[in-house]
């Protein structure tokens, strides 16, 4: 049991024992109060024995003294429970009720009397701090010194409370707890308050909040960098390099480059916020893919013939149709060859074929692998290829023009368009992209 100092706090909690006075002289005016009637009785009963010589007066007194402590020990047994420390005049929040209502609530729920103790809590709530133990101090099994403090300010205030700390057990996850002190009517007519802790998971929120701040990050970094070096050459051009005719020829050549990086940046980041716009929206236009691969592969024939590779192409000659979006698909192979003509061009070939196949549930699908015999990817960066701005080589993917967008853009073109991109990749033997899609029935075969 927690014991009360003479200010009224819990030397356990730290928190008030009770909003009034202490709770054991309230315990025995409430048993004094109930017993009123039949001390009243026997007082006038052992009077009247007293005036009519039955019963000496001191007897008499000594009967009544016995009457008055049987009232005050607690006899019954909720007597005996409210004598534990349940807090006075509480009864109302055991009900049956109330405990269906914490335990119905879906996110981890903790209701506690005054004195910090715990009354019921919900099975999520028992996940969340296995140590939780009805009559126990809930500060036992919530040791966070974010909640102690809530708790503490909620129950001294009498005013709903709302923090956020770091939970690392099981794992780490950002929650939210609020403390909402709830008035409860006690059974002789007063009033107390019981403290109801419910907590919520933030780690979405967080996570969603920690990507967008990265995003951002990284995007000004990227256009920083080719911004930087644009304004030192023009300051070059304009002083030391002004009457150098070699140097002003090669300093354009690279400023070009560096703006048309910035250009194809700020290109890939609008394709990835009008695709990311419309994900829920599937397309549902029939396209022909065989004639978007040829049309990517033609385009570019000239990066191939620079790279010195050859675009080797195994399409069928018949259509196959697809639901899906014409640009955004022309832009996904472009990514995908383009790619693999940069990072793979030492291997002097890329082959771009189609296959039907059934997908991981079985139902059929179409799919388009651009495989390369360059340097391959090692394993350990597959799972993270498509992130945002992720790169293997930052100094080769930048030396390309690459902005680090590319993949992450085909993966949410292909999340629209309900297919998936499949990664292989042997090292030193080359890389395999697969774009898969579900198959729609050609107009043919319909
Ligand atoms: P980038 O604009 O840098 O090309 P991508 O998202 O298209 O960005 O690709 C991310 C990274 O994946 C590249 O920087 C490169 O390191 C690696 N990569 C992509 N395709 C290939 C490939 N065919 N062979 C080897 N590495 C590749």
């Avoid at 383009?338 to 082959?351: C, M």
């Avoid at 499949?422 to 198959?439: N, R």
Wanted: aromatic letters at 6%.
């Amino acid at each position: 049991m927690a014991a009360s100092d003479q200010t009224g706090r819990n030397h356990n909690t730290g928190l008030p024992a009770t909003r009034a006075g202490s709770p054991w002289l309230a315990q025995w005016a409430d048993r004094l109060r109930r017993a009123a009637i039949i001390l009243l009785a026997a007082g006038f009963a052992l009077g009247g024995l007293v005036i009519f010589g039955e019963v000496s007066f001191p007897r008499a007194l000594a009967v009544f003294i016995c009457l008055v402590a049987g009232a005050l020990i607690p006899w019954r047994l909720r007597d005996v429970e409210q004598a534990r420390g349940e807090g006075v005049g509480i009864a109302p929040v055991e009900t049956a009720v109330v405990r269906a209502i914490v335990e119905g609530m879906p996110d981890p729920a903790v209701l506690l009397d005054r004195a910090g103790r715990v009354l019921h809590f919900n099975s999520a709530a028992g996940q969340l701090a296995p140590a939780l133990r009805k009559n126990e101090l809930a500060q036992f099994a919530l040791r966070s010194p974010e909640i102690i403090t809530a708790l503490r300010e909620a129950i001294a205030s009498a005013e709903p409370k709302r923090t956020t700390y770091l939970d690392h057990v099981p794992v780490d996850r950002w929650m939210e707890l609020i403390v909402t002190p709830i008035a409860v009517p006690t059974a002789f007519g007063g009033s107390d308050y019981s403290m109801l802790m419910t907590f919520h998971d933030q780690t979405p929120l967080r996570r969603v909040e920690e990507m967008r701040a990265d995003f951002v990050a990284n995007a000004s970094h990227e256009l920083r960098t080719p911004l930087a070096a644009l304004s030192g050459f023009i300051d070059t051009l304009q002083g030391p390099a002004r009457d150098d005719a070699k140097a002003r020829e090669r300093f354009l050549a690279i400023m070009h480059a560096q703006a048309t990086r910035m250009a194809r940046l700020i290109d890939d980041l609008l394709s990835l916020s009008r695709v990311e716009l419309s994900a829920h929206v599937r397309p549902d236009t029939l396209v022909d893919i065989v004639v978007i691969i040829r049309q990517v592969a033609d385009g570019l024939e000239a990066l191939a013939h620079e790279r010195q590779v050859t675009i080797e192409i195994e399409l069928p000659t018949a259509p196959i149709m697809i639901a899906g979006d014409r640009e955004e698909l022309l832009r996904l192979f472009e990514n995908l060859i383009e790619n693999a003509l940069k990072y793979g061009a030492s291997g002097g070939r890329v082959i771009v074929s189609l296959v039907t196949a059934a997908g991981g549930d079985g139902a059929p699908e179409v799919r388009v692998l651009v495989r390369d015999f360059g340097p391959g990817i090692a394993p350990e960066h597959l799972p993270r290829l498509t992130e945002r701005f992720y790169r293997v080589d930052v100094g080769d993917s930048r030396a390309q023009g690459g902005t680090g967008l590319g993949l992450s853009l085909v993966k949410h073109i292909l999340n629209r368009h309900r297919g998936r991109l499949l990664i292989e990749s042997v090292p030193k033997k080359g890389a395999t992209f697969t774009a898969c899609f579900p198959q729609t029935k050609s107009p043919a075969s319909a």
